[in-house]
């Protein structure tokens, strides 16, 4: 109900001429918006680092509702549960892989309710309709000679469920996990990625923002220039996977099955109209980490299946904790609810997207995101919302022109979500806050009783609430509510000053 409200304001209340030019910009094929988040590993609860990306998503989600319509933005997250990691994990517990994952997904799905994302489906590649896709496009990579039989020999991370050569290793370990690595020599099913070489470094070239940030694109563009050697995308040493339906002694390799979720996800041989609605994704969020598997690998599947590309892949960057790398093992992480118990949801929303500019590395500490939550949300918003809420309560308001509004960067604002420039678009938002508050101080509602005053402040702060819905929802439908009502209360208070911050 909040939402709608929301999008019925966003329409009403923005500088009327601007947003009329902008909608017609938009043009009817770009009316929707389809973002995914990577399909996480269920070896374990969900930690901070799964948390951002999944935050980010959502607030992109909620961003584009506004600006689309609820029912054009798709949100896809979900697990990704098949290959040896699984199986090891699984293996430790003495479970069956399947029975092992199947009691890890209400975890993660109570996570993000509890975060209060909204997705529109969560994915699991042990769904049907998924392996019945990547069964089909196996076949079809195959029939059109792109997958060809031979044998792998080499290094394989399975922490990374990655194949490396002798050069990439340190010290014989993996060059990420810093972990001994197996040696692999197995048949294999091969897919010919170098073929793909220039048709990829021709694809960054003509979409130069297919890859973001830049300077990861030009890490991606150097490395393919190096060469691309074909890849092996199919294991027969152990069972826990997609069989292979020309060969169902080979199980598909986990990368090849897991990329495959952003078609499925939206039903790609299930519901036609569905698929062609939201695909191509818009974009595909994922961390630096696995920038390598969507940039080039994906990219190449999708060219070979005869299914257009994604528009954008975003790498954010990685998160540390205490400025020390999250490591379960070392003490070094921090799950969902311990990361809401520090200061509540919308505090945790809020510090994530603020903290640091998106692509960026952050580091996150108790005692910033606490900061944050006092000297923001408390004392600018907390305080604003109150402090007008209860001079109206008492006063009143008088209808008239809103001329505050006009302090208000809204074009500037759309143009940094657009650009995925979250930490900007709250530091516009919170000028705007401050502009708000000076306001109050100078014209002094209370001594001269200016309800005019009033209510250019209450339609501001109804436009804040709205643009901060993607960032906070619980406290913007708060706000919503408290300021849209017959009768306007001074109401709970928003953020409780914590101690210590
Ligand atoms: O890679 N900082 O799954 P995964 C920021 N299944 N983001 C972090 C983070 C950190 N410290 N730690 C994790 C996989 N992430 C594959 C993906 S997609 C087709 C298959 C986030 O469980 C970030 O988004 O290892 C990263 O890319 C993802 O979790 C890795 O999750």
């Known amino acids: 109900m909040a939402a709608q409200n929301l999008k019925k304001n966003f329409g009403a209340t923005k500088s009327g001429r601007a947003y009329t030019r ?40 909620r961003w584009n509702q506004l600006k689309f319509g609820k029912e054009n933005v798709f949100f896809l997250t979900g697990t990704d549960e098949h290959g040896k990691k699984i199986e090891q994990a699984a293996k430790k517990k003495d479970k069956r892989p399947k029975e092992f994952v199947d009691e890890l997904i209400p975890k993660f799905k109570n996570a993000w309710q509890k975060l209060n994302i909204k997705y ?13 896709v990547v069964k089909e496009i196996l076949q079809r990579v195959y029939d059109n000679g792109d997958i060809y039989k031979g044998e792998y020999e080499g290094f394989y991370c399975t922490g990374c469920e990655a194949y490396y050569t002798e050069k990439d290793l340190v010290d ?22 170098s073929k793909y070489q220039d048709k990829l470094l021709k694809l960054y070239k003509e979409n130069p923002d297919f890859i973001s940030p830049q300077h990861r694109r030009k890490e991606v563009i150097n490395r393919v ?42 039903k790609y041989l299930d519901d036609k109209k569905l698929f062609e609605k939201f695909w191509p994704a818009d974009v595909h969020l994922i961390g630096k980490d696995i920038l390598w ?32 790398k999250i490591s379960k093992s070392r003490g070094k992480v921090i799950n969902v609810d ?37 000297n923001e949300l408390a004392n600018k918003l907390g305080n604003l919302v109150s402090r007008v809420a209860g001079l ?14 006009k302090k208000l960067k809204i074009n500037k604002i759309e143009t940094l979500f657009d650009n995925y420039e979250f930490d900007k678009v709250l530091n516009e938002i919170f000028a705007f806050i401050d502009v708000c508050n000076e306001y109050i101080q100078k014209k002094k ?24 819905w993607p960032f906070i929802p619980e406290t913007s439908e708060k706000i919503t509510k408290q300021f849209s009502a017959e009768k306007i209360k001074k109401g709970e208070i928003l953020f409780r000053k914590i101690e210590n911050g």
Do not use: M
Request: aromatic residues 14%; glycine residues 4%.
């Open 22 to 61: 902008q909608s017609n910009r938009i043009s009817l094929a770009k009316r929707k918006f389809y973002v995914t988040t990577p399909i996480y590993y269920p070896n374990d609860i969900p930690h901070i680092g799964h948390a951002y990306t999944t935050i980010v998503a959502d607030v992109i989600s």
């Open 120 to 132: 529109n489906r969560f994915i699991r590649t042990t769904d049907k309709d998924h392996e019945k």
């Open 172 to 193: 014989g370990c993996c060059p990420i996990h810093k972990t001994k690595i197996e040696k692999l020599k197995e048949p294999s099913y091969f897919f010919r990625l």
């Open 225 to 266: 220039k190096e060469g691309l050697k074909d890849l092996s995308i199919s294991r027969n040493s152990f069972k826990w996977g997609i069989q292979l339906p020309f060969d169902n002694t080979h199980i598909a390799y986990v990368w090849f099955d897991a990329l495959f979720n952003y078609v499925s996800g939206v």
């Open 293 to 324: 598997f969507h940039a080039v690998y994906w990219p190449a599947f999708l060219l070979s299946a005869g299914i257009s590309l994604p528009k954008k892949i975003f790498a954010h960057g990685w998160w540390t904790f205490d400025k020390e």
């Open 338 to 374: 311990e990361l809401i118990a520090i200061a509540g949801v919308d505090s945790a929303r809020y510090f994530l997207l603020r903290a640091t500019p998106f692509g960026d590395d952050g580091d996150f500490s108790e005692k910033a995101l606490i900061e944050r939550h006092n």
């Open 392 to 405: 109206i309560e008492k006063n009143g308001v008088t209808k008239c022109e809103n001329k505050l509004i």
């Open 445 to 468: 509602p209370w001594e001269i009783k200016d309800t005019k005053i009033l209510y250019e402040l209450k339609e501001s702060i109804l436009k804040i609430a709205q643009l901060l």
